[in-house]
């Protein structure tokens, strides 16, 4: 509406200049996020328009949470389980799963929330590397010796996680491409919260008939899923 005094937005759509001129009542725009590059804040401070986002702390837990969710839902698989339970008809092959303890887990970047996830995710007693690319950062702030070499994470993780970051691209995992899936060695899980760009569905498919990758989580985006975006709706795999 033209005469909205307020927006709330959770990355469904860019909001710029030509956005904000259109709304002349417009006051104030709230991120129900964390992220902020999908505003214009130069636009907003030239029209007097506030903008305000979820605090991080929140956003690295939630996060951390739900990735630590997807985990149990692919190596337990409480979502078949749950709906053999539902059904009436006890297959035990759904209760069975596997163990999270003794895992390697990769993590591809080392984006806000990194530090919970890992304190997650050892409590649970899984091992833990860090892939950073071209990082600067000390790997001893995440309570790390070194950051896994590209060798390293493709012959010895048993999970992946790509994790939400809106400031760079993901290292090596940015684009679920062709290229980086032919380079896994071992059978893999893949966890992802990251908007791709890129995701090579048909390999997909392929790794996952013949085990190489064991299970799949992409995060849901409604305004991928609706075609506003030119990223791939992961649906589609």
């Not at 990194?114 to 833990?128: F, S, V, W």
């Not at 008939?209 to 849901?220: C, E, N, P, Q, V």
């Amino acid at each position: 509406s033209k005469n909205a005094d307020v927006i709330v937005n959770n990355v469904g759509c860019d909001i710029t200049e030509e956005v904000i001129q259109e709304l002349p009542r417009l006051q104030y725009i709230h991120a129900a996020a964390y992220m902020l590059n999908y505003i214009d804040l130069d636009a907003c401070k030239r029209h007097n328009v506030a903008v305000s986002n979820v605090p991080a702390s929140y956003r690295s837990t939630a996060i951390s949470e739900f990735v630590l969710a997807q985990t149990f839902s692919l190596l337990r698989e409480t979502v078949q389980a749950s709906a053999q339970v539902k059904s009436g008809v006890n297959d035990f092959r759904y209760f069975r799963g596997e163990q999270l303890r003794g895992k390697k887990a990769i993590l591809f970047g080392t984006a806000s929330g990194t530090k919970e996830l890992i304190d997650l995710l050892k409590g649970l007693g899984i091992e833990i590397a860090i892939y950073a690319g071209s990082s600067r950062e000390d790997p001893a702030h995440f309570g790390l010796s070194h950051f896994a070499t590209e060798e390293e994470v493709f012959s010895t993780g048993d999970i992946f996680y790509i994790p939400w970051t809106a400031d760079e691209d993901v290292p090596l995992a940015g684009k679920i491409d062709k290229s980086f899936l032919d380079k896994i060695k071992r059978p893999v899980y893949i966890i992802s919260i990251y908007k791709h760009k890129v995701i090579d569905f048909q390999r997909l498919r392929e790794l996952v008939y013949t085990g190489m990758i064991k299970g799949i989580a992409f995060d849901y985006f409604p305004n991928i899923a609706s075609g506003d975006s030119r990223q791939p709706d992961t649906r589609k795999l």
